[in-house]
């Protein structure tokens, strides 16, 4: 039993770059989230997906979308990288009240 | 909307000194409440939580007891390590009869980054 896992651990982009970032669990959990960490800011919501097929925007959804493919994976792409999504990103499943949380993303955007 | 106040560090301690973050909080409900754990390098883990008024939550030598009179939920342990040194996160969930997920699944708190000394 792994929990959430994300792929990949670091990544450095040029502006204007695209890229996926993966993320999968294996609880069997209905809900998962995309968060994103910045110093100071704590952790901010990006997208969430309630269930298979659904997803909805967060409290900063510009700039990204997402994808929830199957019960176990929900991705977070990014169509233009810019320099203020520089950032860690984590990604979250959710078993009633309690929140499970992948390793994170770092992505530095130059 | 839904809020969480906490004490910003960093804070920084002496090895078996006693430890108290404060975290104060807004909903419009009944929340649930929780601290979360961050290790250097690594996801968010929950601690402790706790889902009704005066309910005590406990984990590895913390503590928070919810006081809904003083809408808190301050996190203390007795005798802090260097290896609890972390950034500390307090949050809440407001979905009264909720069974899913959703935007007001958790509510954060910024953080409080500890730091413990030999």
């Known amino acids: 039993n792994a929990g959430v896992t994300q792929t990949p651990k670091f990544q450095v982009l040029k502006t204007g770059q695209s890229m996926t970032l993966q993320c999968a669990q294996d609880m069997n959990h209905n809900s998962m989230y995309w968060y994103r960490q910045d110093p100071g800011m704590g952790l901010r919501l990006i997208y969430y997906s309630a269930s298979e097929g659904t997803t909805d925007k967060g409290e900063v959804p510009n700039g990204y979308n997402v994808s929830r493919l199957n019960k176990r994976e929900f991705s977070l792409r990014l169509e233009s990288a810019a320099p203020s999504q520089t950032s860690v990103y984590f990604c979250?499943?959710?078993?009633?009240?309690?929140?499970?949380f992948g390793p994170g993303t770092r992505l530095t955007v130059t | 909307g839904d809020s969480v106040t906490q004490m910003e560090g960093p804070v920084t301690l002496s090895e078996e000194a006693f430890l108290t973050i404060n975290c104060t909080y807004t909903?419009?409900?009944?929340?649930?409440l929780f601290w979360y754990v961050q290790y250097p390098g690594e996801g968010l883990q929950l601690l402790l939580k706790a889902t009704k008024a005066d309910d005590k939550g406990s984990n590895k030598g913390f503590e928070a007891t919810y006081r809904k009179e003083t809408t808190s939920f301050h996190l203390e342990k007795g005798s802090v390590q260097v290896s609890d040194s972390a950034v500390y996160f307090c949050?809440?969930?407001?979905?009264?009869?909720?069974?899913?997920?959703?935007?007001?699944?958790?509510?954060f708190g910024k953080g409080t980054h500890l730091i413990i000394q030999p």
């Open positions: 909903a419009t409900g009944y929340p649930s």
């Open positions: 949050a809440l969930s407001d979905r009264v009869g909720y069974s899913g997920g959703g935007a007001d699944g958790l509510t």
């Open positions: 979250a499943s959710i078993d009633e009240d309690e929140q499970y």
